[in-house]
């Protein structure tokens, strides 16, 4: 009784419109998410551990702000409950990996505070995002997809429609 819709929107115009690679529609509790992926590049610090590393670029921060243009909160109808209305999120994956692997899934509000954070900086003083650095705060794709399902994240029922529209 459920219903997911998922639309791919790499190279095509609705990344070009809302900087997402991937759009969750979830048709029964009314929610939408859209994923940017990024990818993780393998690195090899000098102690000799093995970590997987994204340093975000020019082209993350356009995409950052066209998701921005389109993230306007309207409050929850009476009966509707999100833990975080965020419809926009990364997903950081392994370069030649399983996109359903050990992926890093985070809110862009979530990555713009990492950029902050001095655990998540480079030797040179610039962002990097981590297994490592980001010690496990970050979503897994198993519970990602769950909270999703159940409604618990993405929009609301009024923001939904809005954006089903644009979709559409």
Request: glycine share 6%; charged share 30%.
């Amino acid at each position: 009784r459920e219903r997911l819709e998922v639309f791919t929107a790499n190279r095509r115009p609705l990344e070009n419109v809302f900087g997402v690679d991937l759009i969750y529609l979830n048709v029964t509790r009314q929610n939408i998410v859209m994923v940017q992926y990024k990818m993780l590049e393998p690195h090899e610090s000098s102690d000799q551990d093995k970590d997987w590393v994204y340093r975000p670029d020019a082209k993350l921060d356009d995409e950052i702000g066209r998701m921005r243009k389109f993230s306007k909160e309207h409050p929850p109808g009476q009966y509707e409950y999100r833990l975080n209305p965020q419809v926009f999120y990364l997903k950081f994956v392994k370069r030649d990996g399983a996109l359903s692997n050990a992926g890093i899934v985070m809110p862009i509000d979530h990555f713009e505070r990492l950029q902050a954070d001095p655990s998540c900086k480079g030797p040179r003083g610039a962002v990097r995002v981590s297994f490592t650095s980001l010690t496990g705060r970050y979503l897994r794709q198993g519970p990602f997809l769950d909270l999703i399902r159940a409604g618990y994240i993405g929009t609301t029922t009024k923001t939904t429609a809005h954006l089903k529209e644009l979709v559409e």
